[in-house]
């Protein structure tokens, strides 16, 4: 397992958005996708901890409140695209708990809630060179996949050396998801302004434990 | 500030100034959020208040006249919630009121009706003024508040 990486920044978006930026993880894969039981019985822990005065409180909270000032700065409305740890918030009170939807993202769900700060994994071998945040060009696809949707010119992406992999938090390419074949990922956290970087790093670090936890080495999905 | 960073802002008239005004109102956005983030506990669905300010074009960097739109636009939705909650606390205080005059004079207000959340309370409990003993007390003028024992009870799906 490597240390937490920093991302590079376009200098235009250093400049104007100070603190925003991309901090990244390899970790090895799991070997299948199912969630292991230990793993079902945090989200369980963390569904009867989370209630709905804490959905209510949330936005109160520094980490946060941080992420709906940066949606503000970048155009988008937090009460129209819910910031991550709002949005997981709502699915729970929806849903009556935190729903299990495969290893991986069980543990992004987990470090999100853990710490409010989002992130997203990657098949590492899919990605070339570090990760930063730059505007994407006009006639740009996510992925670089010509079939894949095309990132407007000026938006804000997360990118790699060849082409723009995801939107600023948004998902990202199919061709960069995790798949059966993945050996290693590659986890990403979108820090903003307000949030110290050891918030980001310890939902990285989060992440991480959750796939490396007892059950979730040698089974097969 | 290296040499080739002052070139650059000397070389291009207003960037600099127009930074600066970005960031002050990126801080004024921030300030906002900040204010209506504040007032979100205090208001219920009942009071209808729409906190989306729409106008999505994100991800990406601004422009100076997208900001002062995101900045005005919370502000007014700022005042909208104060007003929302202002008008609220003085219905709660006029129906508390209310129900003070009817505990003090039940005959004088009856069959009047006063909710909890026409007060501003939890809960589905209902003051209401009904005179004792039914017909009886109707007709000798026994007027009592009675409150009603909550909410309905869940039923179970047919």
Redesign the interface.
Known sequence: MSAPQDGWVADELRAELPGLGVVSLTVPAPPGGRTPQGVREHLDALSTRFRGADALALRQRPIPHAYRVCFRHVGLDPDTTRVPIEAAAIERLMQGGFVSRGLIADACTIALVETGVPLWALDADAVDGPLGLRLATADERLGGDADAPATSAGQIVVADAQAPIAPLFGEPAASHLPASGTTRLLLFAVGVAGVPRMHVEEALWQCASVLDAPGTRGRLG | MTVSALAHRLSVPGAYDE?AA?RTL?AQ??RL??EL??L??DVSPRDGVR????????????GLG??ER?RDD?AERLHAVRETLAARAVREAEQRALLERMLRDPARHRFIRVSATDVGEPGCGVWHVRPRLGLIGMLAGWWHVKLSSGCPLARAAA
Do not use: K
Not at chain 2, 51 to 62: F, T, V
């Open positions: 930074r970005r990126r956005v921030a959020e900040r983030a504040a979100a506990p906190w989306s300010i729409g106008g999505e074009a994100g991800p990406r960097l601004l997208e900001l995101i919370l």
